[in-house]
């Protein structure tokens, strides 16, 4: 019986590469001179410092654009308040998503059952979800509606098999 899974992860070292980039252009832009400006990257969250919040969201924004240059979906971010650091400070993180919690799980068997596609099943299944249909037609279906769709976190599609 035809299956894919839907799961939703992060490409680490394309994230670190984008990292290492902003943190180049830190060192060589001239609205970041004398600013200590930084950009921390830890496993589960980045850590961005300034030291004014115009030069934080000008940090952000930066960094959103390499990630986007390097086709990482900016939806694995989930940016905390801005916070105020020691020094008269700012700094934000932003919390990697990465995995299908059980909530978004949910809503995308729902989704899937609501397409109306007949022979169609999804189970969740730890932090992805397993479809299957009798037709390879509607599993292709089910993913480009899938695709259009915002559930909020980034769906790849993999092990698709006839």
């Given amino acids: 019986m035809p299956s894919f899974d839907v799961v939703s992860q ?12 902003v943190k180049r252009e830190i060192a060589t832009r001239f609205d970041f001179k004398g600013t200590e400006s930084s950009v921390d990257f830890e496993p589960e969250a980045i850590t961005l410092n300034s030291s004014t919040e115009d030069r934080l969201s000008a ?12 086709k990482v979906s900016l939806k694995i971010l989930d940016f905390g308040k801005v916070e105020e650091a020691s020094g008269a ?28 596609l007949k022979g169609l099943q999804s189970q969740t299944q730890g932090d992805q979800i397993r479809v299957t249909g009798k037709k390879r037609d509607d599993l292709q279906a089910a993913i480009a509606a899938l695709g259009e769709h915002d559930f909020g976190i980034p769906l790849q599609f993999e092990n698709f098999r006839d």
Avoid at 10 to 21: G, L, P, T
Avoid at 90 to 116: C, D, M, P, T
């Fill in 10 to 21: 992060i490409d680490v070292q394309e994230v670190r590469n984008a990292i290492d980039q």
């Fill in 59 to 70: 940090l952000r924004l930066l960094l959103e654009e390499k990630l986007v240059k390097r």
């Fill in 89 to 116: 400070r700012a700094r934000q993180k932003a919390k990697l998503q990465a995995g299908i919690n059980s909530e978004k799980a949910k809503l995308v068997n729902v989704y899937i059952k609501n397409l109306g």
